[in-house]
């Protein structure tokens, strides 16, 4: 069964499940993303932070696919938050890609203890980037609701996405408030790095019920709440794993026992965007 595109508000078509390229050595970027392609997989979402642009390119270039048919996420480094660098580092990741333009281009981290806590001059040079047709749609990743609140009210922007963690142990706050502005969530970790949440006994269960793993369980979930999946995996087996599952839906009481394993702050395994202030060297 195909994978569902979904629209976003700017009106442009999304895949609702990719790949994503999160701790993909750059040596295996285009072999774990050529695998993936092959496997039908048609959205990649890599970042500048990655250092693996270049391996997701060669896979794409390798792949003999039309541009339209493969959808391309990249996010802008925290290093490069000023505008005239903003700019300058996404020539750099187009150049890195083979492309002339990318599909969806995230600011990666609000930063806001850093540039003067100033992430909507950010975002206004984001906004130029789309008008300059250097991407097809802006967006956010790990944006607090008062994040998005201030850009929103200052620019009169929404982002299209809001890339945050989300999995079923850390069921992001942000997410509701992504939605009431009209933009999709876009679930980082999905698969909560592999760890506890794919023992659960409640997911275990479900995969038992449904004849699938926990993994398409989890996934699944992510699929039926309506947000957008990308899964890191560099082994093949797993890639075609975790695309299996368009085969299936879960329940609304299936989807609302996952709801119930939310742990709060306790879940997230990432750091927490007020805070975060790491700038690459
Ligand atoms: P690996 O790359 O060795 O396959 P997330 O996307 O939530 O960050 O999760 C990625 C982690 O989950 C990676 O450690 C990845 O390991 C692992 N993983 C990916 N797919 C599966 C799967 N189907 N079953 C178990 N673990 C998986």
Redesign the pocket.
Known sequence: MAVPSLTLHDQTTIPQFGI?V?QVPPTDSERVVSEALELGYRHVDTAQMYGNEAGVGAAISASGLARDDVYVTTKLNNSFHEPAKARESLKRSLDELGLDQVDLFLIHWPLPTRYGGDFTATWAALIELREAGLTRSIGVSNFQPAHLDTIVQATGVVPVVNQIEL?PYFDNPARPATLEHGALVQAW??????GGE?TDPVITALADKHGK?P?QVVLRWHLDRGDIVF?????RE?LA??IDVFDFTLSDDEVTSLNALDKGEAGRTGPNPDTFDWIPN
């Open positions: 994503g999160w999995h970790s999905p698969l909560g790095q592999g794919l793993t993994a899964p890191k995996s560099t082994h797993r794993e975790n």
